[in-house]
Each structure stands twice: as structure tokens, then as C-alpha cells.
């Protein structure tokens, strides 16, 4: 009796990891939650100040981000993952290094029938930030950043 017990602990622990997302793909699945219920002021806190200049008018760039949410009919069909170095392109890994030394996650996700939406995500000294981020058409998708 005590072997199955400690089995069903083994197989739950098993499962609810596998379950589990990564720190980067729970801040964007974070965000996408707060921009579809439209609580623009929380999106914000997920970017870091350069990525909002660089996409002004933000505002609109929020209600894409919503836009995303509601054409994919929820951020849990968005199908959020983080990619590893070995699934990446090497040329996209040395860019990605050059361009954040101090570390980066990129986490994908599926926005229509046809885009991806590729974001990088850093740890930065109180909290992670979404630094970068840039739609791709599949096919560009799997040509350019996929391995």
C-alpha cells in the first residue's frame, strides 16, 4: 500500500511539472491576460520603457495585442511556448546574444491562422520584461528562427 502511494505522489508530481510554464511564457500569457481585459496600465509594466517608445502609439499596439487574444479565441489556444537554443536558427542564437548579453528567453506565440508572434524576455533586477518583440508569417517562421 505504502509502494502505491508513493507512486500516485511520483506520477502528480510528474504531471503537474509538465503542466507547468516557464517564468518568460507565464509574463506573456500574463500580459495578453491584462491586455484582453483591457487593463492597459498592467500591460505597460510588462515592456520595458525603449521596447513602448519603439512601438508608439502604444495604445495601439495594446489593442492588437487584445486583437491577438480574441482572433485566437483565447491566450490558451495561443499555444505560448518558450523555445530553446537548440530549436533556434545559430545566426537567430548569436543576434539574440549580441543583442541582449545579459541573458534571454524567447517564447512564441500563435496569433492567427497564419503569424507567430516571437517576443524576448529578460530578467531584469526587480522583475522580467518583455524586451522585444516581432511578428512573422509561418513560413518565415520556421525559414528564419527555427533550427
Known sequence: MRKLGIFAVI???LFLSGCM????????EDMYRMALMEEYEK???YFT???????EPFAEYMTELKEDVISM???DLMHLTELTISELHENIVNE???RFPEGWSMVVAQ???QHV???IVQKGEQQYYIVYGEKLHFDEYHQVILR
Open 111 to 113: 496569433t492567427d491562422e
Open 117 to 119: 508572434m516571437t517576443w
Open 49 to 55: 520603457r525603449e521596447f513602448i517608445v519603439e512601438n
Open 43 to 45: 500591460v505597460e509594466s
Open 96 to 98: 539574440l546574444d549580441e
Open 21 to 28: 510554464n516557464s517564468t518568460a511564457v507565464r509574463i506573456v
Open 11 to 13: 506520477i502528480t508530481h
Open 73 to 75: 479565441e483565447g491566450v
